[in-house]
């Protein structure tokens, strides 16, 4: 029932999503957003690490373990077996990777929040491209936060510090008054918490020029309510719906609108 579902708000998407190329787009912001990230065509520096990177990852056993447990857990008859294209269909889409990718190399975040460290795919992706970057990653799976911890480790991600707690402690601790946070990465897989929850409790860490992108905003009818619900709030001027993610900015200067847009 569920895929049927997911399916149609699929279908749906795909009818009213529109101006893929940035045609009919009279706000400069979003035709540059459009034009310069989503459609962006040519090869992203690092692309060949973070490739090689996915395949080591694919390769450990431990890793597998961490897919299994955070997405067929709930599913005793497909944890059983686990086939190489239901492990790439779960994570997050390579395209979608490489929209992390280019949104820190456009607009140079200092401080990026990961609320889910989940596979690991957003992290490498949010930290790779601006090593002057600090990546703070949260992850509440203890088996997961060991896991990623050697593996930054390993690979010398200087630049990413990962946490596990309380997040609304973690923030206070992390992000004071004088040091806002310039991206938020809400990489809720599972849904556990729903993302209007997140997003409300990141706000009085943000500043005008904050940028929030949401994974699986239409996952379920309950998460599609709540990106609703986000693109609707006070503090949001503009916000664009890719229908696995959106995005959300907070800038006054920007219009009041919401946008479906092709990808």
């Known amino acids: ?28 912001f979003l035709f540059d957003f459009i034009t310069d990230i989503l459609n962006e065509q040519g090869k992203w520096y690092a692309q060949d690490s973070i490739i090689s990177i996915r395949k080591k990852m ?10 299994q447990y955070k997405i067929f857990s709930e599913n005793s008859k497909s944890s059983k077996n686990i086939s190489p294209n ?14 992390l990718f280019r949104i820190v190399k456009k607009f140079n975040p200092r401080n990026i929040l990961e609320l889910g460290t989940s596979f690991g795919l957003g992290t490498f992706n949010l930290a790779i491209p ?69 997003f409300e409790l990141c706000l009085p860490y ?12 239409h996952r379920t ?3 599609t ?12 001027t503009l916000s664009v719906d890719l229908f696995r993610c959106g995005l959300v900015f907070l800038n006054p200067d920007l219009s009041k609108q919401n946008f479906i847009i092709k990808f």
């Not at 579902?5 to 400069?28: E, M, T």
């Not at 239901?86 to 929209?99: A, G, Y």
């Not at 500043?207 to 949401?214: D, K, V």
């Open 58 to 67: 694919f390769q450990n056993s431990e890793y597998h373990k961490i897919i």
């Open 206 to 217: 943000c500043h005008q020029n904050s940028i929030f992108l949401f994974d699986n905003i």
């Open 225 to 236: 309510s709540n990106w609703t619900q986000i693109t609707e709030h006070q503090s949001v």
């Open 130 to 198: 601006n090593p002057k970057s600090k990546v703070h990653t949260f992850e509440q799976c203890q088996n997961t936060a060991h896991f990623f911890a050697t593996l930054f480790e390993q690979l010398k991600l200087s630049n990413v510090t990962q946490y596990t707690g309380n997040y609304s402690e973690l923030l206070s601790d992390i992000f004071p008054e004088t040091n806002k946070v310039d991206l938020i990465f809400v990489n809720n897989h599972l849904g556990k918490q729903p993302i209007k929850t997140l």
């Open 221 to 223: 009818a309950i998460a």
């Open 1 to 28: 029932m569920f895929e049927i579902k997911n399916l149609l708000r699929y279908y749906s998407y795909k009818i009213f999503a529109q101006h893929k190329f940035g045609h009919g787009i009279h706000s400069p």
């Open 86 to 99: 239901q492990i790439t269909n779960s994570l997050f889409p390579t395209k979608f990777e490489n929209l």
